[in-house]
């Protein structure tokens, strides 16, 4: 029970090939498109901020929806149904000589937002106990996809130009399609709706979910600086006599020092109970750096600078996801994941749309001073926040027929020492509990729920 057993290991590899190859199309546009798309048709600064972020809009819109369809037809069909529209948007792209087409491309690329199916399939294929594990490989996938894309990409562009990228984008999503139909397997059981989709009811109450929202806005503001700061920093390094082939040469050391930074951040932080505090730390970095890039005078102040970003950057990605699964109510991780997941990609629509609006009005040097400014803002906000304590998600069937039923076990349910918080939920017949792992009997809980007595 301690170790993924073979159909669970299956899942994790082929679903974090699925997601990082799709991810690593949308990426690799980030280091090139404000360098090669100035021969394009329509060029300025505001449609580059544009066409780089455009795809977060549709990926916001249609997050949620396209997990619900999946719970509908299945996760496979809806998988294969937005790869192919990726597929699409690649080609459209790929043959445009417009930066207006190159945008509706993007917009079709992300609307293929397969994620919450991806994440949904990989919680219907494994267990309880073995569901972190995995969802950590995928999550693991997403930030190897992106440092992958910061080098592939402008040595790509460099031999075969910007169509290039984007036909190699499609290539990499009919692959994803071939492994969605050939090794992803097919899943014989659902697992909780609740915890792993969005459930209409119960969104409105996670907006108005003061410490959710704390971290939707956190990460929406987070995806935002890095959508910006791509708009002005592959045009601010070409000023520094670097060819656009040679800009992975900062990206790949920068990015690897910034992993072996944020890893003791991260441990010391969960070690000392400090998570808050580094939280903190995290978000001043980043308005540092952007404050460091706008006043840069020299290559190795902005180099100094992306450091201290993606330090931050990397810190906070793994720890907000984190967060919300243990501030999430228990029953509603799904519907407040699908939150977060639109606001991230939102965050990138917003980043790209107001890095292009400051590049064409002001300067791409302003584009950092009014990132810094967003940092400030977010460290107000994040001041407040509170971390709640580490707790263990469980889900049990029960077989209760009345609220009043439902009232009562969940009651005794709560009186067990450990629980944290109990949902009974009578149109699934289950019962989803935070429990403290240390205090908790498991086998004591479900001797309760088993008993059928309330």
Known sequence: MDQLNAIEKRAALALALVFSTRMLGLFMLLPVFALYGTDLTGYSPLWIGLAIGAYGLTQAILQIPFGWLSDRIGRHKVMLLGLALFVLGSVVAALADSVYLVTLGRILQGAGAIAGAVLALAADLTRDEQRPKVMAIIGASIGLSFALAMILGPLLAKWAGLSGVFWFTAVLACCA?????????????????????????????????RQLLQLDIGVLLLHLMLTAMFVALPVLLSQYQLSADQHWQVYLPVLLLSFVLMVPMMIIAMRREQEKGYFLVAICLLTIAMLLAFIATGFWWLVVALLLFFTGFNFLEASLPAMVSRVAPAGQRGSAMGIYSSSQFFGAFAGGLIGGLVAQHFSYTMVFAVMAAIGLIWLLIARTMRVPARAQRLSLAVQVKSEQEASLMAGRLAELSGVQEVTILLAEQRCYLKVSSQQFDLAQARSLVGSGQP
């Open 177 to 209: 399609m071939l492994i969605v139909a050939l090794l992803v397997p097919k899943s014989v059981s659902k697992a909780p709706a609740a915890e792993t989709l969005a459930v209409p009811a119960t969104l409105l109450n996670m907006l108005k979910h």
